[in-house]
């Protein structure tokens, strides 16, 4: 007879599907790959990918293997009919991606790039055109939410390109990005757009709100300094440049659950 409490085919295959996937592990280096010597037990390092990297001689494959596999895990956890980031087909062009890694683990992904775009300043305002550099897409591998992850990442962006998130356009942000937008960055006004994008009412401001912390818009340069410099890390000199890790203070990751946990995985896309 069969013992009390064994577990099915049926059970086990419940089980399974209710455990996170598995971790974003690779066979090489993916820091190493884009140009950042990782060293072991340091904070993750955000890496930025262009087409020039994706070109490498040695490196560019195992990079377009890494869009591709982040991605789709992307795609899947948004339940979306197509991928919003892969390193093969089209060229990346005028788009990059941030890649949130340690060693051989890769945590999370961003996507941005400018887009031309209209849109009402308000409900009853006419269309204005404007250039925003845009989110596209933003993941966090699961398992790994709740640690301030995103934070980091998205920070190190707006390091490297010189931005502020108020000046930024979102396409389709789910509530889960508006929450983290809200805390991290004190965006909540905007008016909803035809075309799904988000520009918060602060684009249109001569300056930027001031972020929870009292983190302002002057430090993002002032970091970029700091993290262009590379003082932790050291680069390759036949890999593409990558941004160093940023050092967040203990405030900077609170409220982390809050913008990064639960759901289907931590993303910044809404489905549709």
């Not at 560019?60 to 197509?82: F, I, P, T, W």
């Not at 409900?123 to 640690?147: A, K, S």
């Not at 075309?195 to 430090?219: L, Q, R, S």
């Not at 050092?247 to 289907?264: H, I, K, N, V």
Request: proline share 7%; aromatic share 6%; glycine share 12%.
């Amino acid at each position: 007879s069969r013992r009390s409490g064994s577990r099915g085919p049926a059970s086990r295959g419940a089980v399974a599907a209710a455990l996170p996937p598995p971790a974003m592990e690779f066979d090489f280096d993916v820091c190493r790959a884009a140009g950042v010597m990782h060293r072991e037990g340091s904070p993750p390092s955000v890496l930025r990918i262009d087409d020039a990297a994706l070109q490498h001689p040695r490196w560019g494959q195992a990079l377009r293997e890494v869009l591709d596999k982040v991605g789709e895990r992307s795609r899947r956890a948004q339940g979306l009919s197509k991928v919003v980031t892969s390193g093969s087909g089209a060229v990346l062009g005028s788009n990059r991606v941030y890649l949130l890694a340690a060693g051989r683990t890769a945590l999370g992904l961003l996507k941005v790039g400018p887009k031309r775009l209209y849109v009402a300043r308000g409900v009853d305002e006419g269309l204005v055109e404007i250039n925003p550099l845009c989110v596209l897409d933003f993941y966090i591998v699961e398992g790994h939410q709740g640690r301030g992850l995103g934070n980091r990442m998205f920070r190190g962006m707006l390091s490297r390109e010189g931005a502020h998130a108020a000046k930024l356009a979102y396409d389709r942000p789910s509530q889960r990005c508006l929450a983290f937008l809200r805390t991290y960055f004190n965006l909540a006004r905007y008016t909803p757009q035809s075309n799904h994008f988000v520009v918060f009412d602060a684009y249109f401001a001569k300056t930027p709100p001031p972020m929870p912390g009292d983190v302002h818009g002057g430090e993002v340069a002032e970091r970029r300094g700091a993290c262009e410099a590379g003082a932790s890390l050291q680069r390759s000199p036949s890999a593409p440049l990558a941004v160093a890790p940023l050092q967040l203070s203990t405030r900077d990751t609170a409220g982390a659950s809050f913008a990064e946990g639960g759901g289907f995985g931590d993303t910044c896309r809404s489905r549709g």
